[in-house]
């Protein structure tokens, strides 16, 4: 995401925050939530790809642990034009993957030892290719920063559900109430209009750099099935940063599977598929043009429709 983006969502989600905190303690609470905002913002810049990787019992690796998985890595980040990340691996059976970092030069890749166990070495390169996009595209520290604000946002409902609510304000505890309820949700919601469209960013973008959308649209389809099928413990007691997996990690029983963060599997499916249908459509198109250049040369008529190269609808619009 750009830097427009990334300051409309933090306005949002900085906005949604104080009127949190205005319905807990009025005015004195609007200032108060400001101040824990602007510090949540700065701590969050500096510290919250740490925070995250801690969550998920991330470790750190490098070519002696596990050369291959480092290897790759150093790859796609030459192809993509980027400084090596970090490269973690999380000890747990679902298969997954995230990145995070404030920016290129502090970033972070992270794979689960179900997703190195199941995949093979092209689908793999093609998850870390995705991760490495998100670090391209410069969203890690939108996602980061979103998961944070958001978990905070909900802490401050709840707050205000045990300790009640702003003695002024003209609904009561009726507003209280529609708080608690409304706050986290809405929080919730932003997540999710900025994650969806980041997501088939990502995918496309990470197509590109490891050349190969099919074996991304392979892998995605093994991670759905392997992550519905695998409880993440972690991610389910954390559920404010699932949408930084590369598909999600919460099961259908839990209360945010109702506001998905991810695109359907199924059109992020189709569209890496449409794209591998487009990059292989190319060269058959310009050898005919060449042979309807020879044709013409040598006085033969050329079909009207031989080469004719229709304009195919972008799948990533």
Same mark, same amino acid.
């Given at each position: ?9 933090? /306005? ?5 925050? #104080? ?12 200032? !108060? ?31 002696? =642990? ?6 790759? %890595? ?42 190195? =166990? ?76 900025? @994650? ?19 074996? #991304?649209?392979?892998?995605?389809? =093994? ?11 972690? /991610? ?13 990690? #919460?099961?259908?029983? @839990? ?13 992020? !499916? ?10 292989? @459509?190319?060269?058959? %198109? ?8 020879? =044709? ?22």
């Amino acid at each position: 995401m750009n830097g427009f983006r990334t300051g409309l969502l933090m /306005a949002a989600m900085t906005g949604l925050f #104080l009127a949190v905190g205005f319905l807990l303690g009025g005015q004195a609470g609007i200032m !108060i939530a400001f101040i824990i905002a602007l510090a949540m913002n700065v701590f969050s810049y500096w510290n919250a790809d740490k925070l995250v990787l801690k969550m998920h019992g991330a470790k750190q690796v490098d070519r002696t =642990k596990a050369p291959e998985l480092v290897t790759m %890595v150093e790859r796609l980040a030459y192809q993509a034009g980027l400084p090596v990340p970090a490269v973690y691996i999380i000890d747990n059976p679902q298969p997954n993957a995230f990145a995070t970092g404030r920016n290129p030069e502090n970033a972070a890749v992270a794979a689960t030892t179900g997703l190195l =166990k199941i995949l093979k070495n092209d689908e793999i390169e093609g998850v870390m290719a995705h991760e490495m996009a998100h670090i391209k595209n410069r969203d890690t520290l939108t996602m980061t920063i979103t998961a944070t604000i958001a978990g905070a946002i909900s802490m401050l409902a709840n707050f205000a559900l045990f300790f009640g609510g702003n003695r002024n304000n003209p609904l009561g505890i009726v507003g209280t109430i529609l708080m608690v309820i409304l706050a986290p949700l809405a929080a919730m919601l932003v997540q999710m209009a900025i @994650s969806r469209t980041r997501e088939y960013a990502a995918d496309k973008t990470g197509a590109e750099i490891c050349g190969r959308p099919l074996a #991304l649209a392979s892998a995605l389809a =093994k991670l759905h099935s392997g992550a519905a099928a695998t409880l993440n413990k972690r /991610a389910e007691e954390n559920p404010a940063t699932a949408h930084l997996f590369i598909v999600n990690p #919460l099961h259908g029983h @839990s209360f945010d599977s109702l506001f998905s963060t991810h695109p359907k599997m199924e059109e992020r !499916i189709r569209r890496l598929e449409a794209m591998a249908t487009g990059v292989s @459509s190319r060269r058959p %198109v310009r050898e005919t043009r060449q042979a309807r250049v020879r =044709k013409t040369t040598t006085g033969s008529v050329p079909d009207s429709g031989a080469g004719v190269h229709k304009a195919r609808k972008n799948p990533w619009q």
